[in-house]
């Protein structure tokens, strides 16, 4: 019996491990990451 | 079925009104990403952008030199403060008033800093309904310009201890 | 493992789905179920006495317990009966649908045990008067220990049932249990479980150190960077449960109406985009918060140009239009809408759900993309704008959702019938109602300007005088008016539930009784078992029902959206 050719796109999607390691990925670089280097490179106030 | 699964190659981009559908929402999507930019650019009322870090200690101590360089008045024993057009005003979130009392000038710009002497507050302008979050260790710069007169009250949104429902301040407008 | 025991383990076969259900899971879905309706009443409790004392009028409750009710109506509500329930869900998605046992078996205690542990230490201290911080207990304010030991339990025992449920999937495809790719419903319950996985990572980053700190171990954590952290756990947990709702709409929208998905394509690319891009819209929380940058909030905010709220766009298209096109299969053709006058309404597990499709789209989407808009953000932040937003999402959209699924769980997994039907037929309304009547007081209340989370809307005692228009107080009664009736709806589920659980009649070895009549519910079922063979067949059935409802939903969404821009436009000038 002939293997059918699954899509590429069909292949992405049924990979859950891949989508697990993106799904913490980019949130956790682009909200987290992102933010934390911001909160800490805040300048010093100078208050006289 | 969705609690079946399917077999083989079921990929299948989009046809007929589901396409049309994505489509639509897709230009929907891409109107509403750029109206932010946008406004950020173009738009009069954004977010405040300036941040410094600074000791709530040393936070405070600014605010009692502001309040004894612009005092002109007092209300309810809460010092009015009027800042000089153009120039930096200070307000503090404590438990639980805001301090002091502002006397603006309308249609002037000021860069006013607020910060928090002990938890976290939310600076509310009533009845305009203009709110920002406070931190303490963090003074955050609103560079404001009221465009309307009268008195405007300031309250306080973020839950900050029993006295939350008594934190009140407030912010006078002239007329130039 | 052998396939012959992952397949062989202890079951029996769904009279009503032929699927099969494997015991040790099943007992894992029922507890959490039951779990989690326990802490839905603890919740709803708290939510009545709120309700009473925002309406000024009313003013049941004094401030200490007030805000230490808010404390504990948030913790059991957004925590532990929603996360309870979708551990139920994960359980069954990942066993009967996949046609296997699950991983473990001693994890699944062991996760449970530690879920229930810490759920009743947080209920305890915060009722003992120890921690009246509100659910995101924002430092400096500080709670007793247990309190964040309570809920680090909990989030650990979750994140292990999320563990098993990768480990179940895993184990599944390598004894080929079923072939092809996971049904629907399994990858939206998969969509959930990774969110849950960064949202429980966020909440340990951000409760450890503030545990120790409670401990006298470490230095309080910056609150800027607190806050980030929390909402990392507070607004990811808020997309489990958009992912979750959206599975259970495909289920109920297949076991009530025999609807399939139009194009698996479409449906499973849609939960791909909330993997990858829900996550960002955390950044909401902190648009008018010192220390981040406008690109950081903007980009984030906006989910990435929107492709998460692209996806919702999707699933609020293709789940009515899969009905649509199963109903003009059975013959109901007339006209545009005749096809939506005959949905199953009488089922009350299809009317919540349909119910919670409607709120969640048109009030709840609709002003959580406009209020989480950086600049609209400034009219909207702390007012009770936002919690009129998030209960039109959370409660009229998720919680009403997971009550419909209950209608089928009940007789599926406690094989049990219900009592009362006619009561059942309507109480998805009333509390569907009396939620929708809450946020708009809510709603119109915030705009106005008045805070959330505030014991006396009249700040009385405040050294300077304020107050609010005469309209906002009617505002507040509306909201708890709308507040009561869903308490009613609430008890009306409860009652409900556990009287057909405990006392309901057994229907082991029958099918799961019909809401419709028979001869509907035989086209349902010829639908439901074609449907299996018709994998990958389309129909060219056309639409136009779901087209104009979906277009009606457009043309709302940019009036709310661009009314708000003319409004933010009369304020003062900032930036």
Redesign the interface.
Known sequence: MEK????P??KF??N?WL??A???A???L???M???I??MN??????? | MSIFHPK????RPPTGTERLWVGLALAWCLVMSITMPWWHFQGKQNAPQT????DPS??I??VN?FVETNRVGEMNNVPIVEPEPGGDAYLLGQMWQWYPVLKLKKDQTYRIHVSSADLQHGLSILPINMNIHVLPG??YVMEITPTTAGEFSLICNEFCGIGHHRMTGKIIVEET | MSTETVKAAAHRVCETTGLSIFLKAQFFVKINAVLAVIFLLVGGIAALLLALTRWSNVMLLNDIWYYRMITLHGVNMLVFWIIFFEMAILYFASTTLLNTKMFSKKLAHVSLALMVAGAVVTNYIILKGQADVMLTSYPPLEAHPLFYLGIILFAVGALLVAFNF?AT?YIAKKNKTYEG??PLVTFGA?TAA??A??AL??GAAALVPTFFWSMGWMEMM?P??YR??WW?LGH?SQQINVAAMVSVWYFVATMSTGAKPLNE?VC??AF?LY???I??A??HH?LVD????SE?KI??TSY?MYLAVLASMIHGYTVPASMEVAMRRKGYNKGIFGWFAKLPWKDPGFSAVALSAIIFGFIGGITGVTLGTEQINIMAHNTLRIPGHFHATVVGGTTLAFMGLCYYLVPLIFQKDFYMKKLARIQPWLFGGGIVLMSFGMSFAGTYGVPRRTYDSDFGGAILETGFDPIAHIFLGLLGVGGVIAFVGLLLFLVLIVSAVFFGPSIKGQKMPTWQTDREQKMTDDLISKGYEEEGKDYHIKTPGTIALVLIFLLSFAIYYFANWAALADLWHIR
Not at chain 3, 290 to 293: A, K, N, T, V
């Open positions: 059918e050719k699954i899509h796109i069909q999607m049924d859950i989508l697990l993106l799904g913490l980019i949130p956790i682009s909200y987290t992102w933010g934390i911001e909160l805040i300048p010093q106030g100078t208050l006289p | 083989g190659n079921w990929y941040t410094y870090e600074v040393a936070f101590q600014r030199q963090y003074d | 990768f999937l790719s996971m998969a990774i969110i996985v960064v990572l966020h910056d800027g960077v980030l952290l990392g990811h394509t499973r690319g791909i993997i990858l891009f996550n960002l955390a950044a902190l010192p220390g981040l940058s950081w980009w984030n990435a």
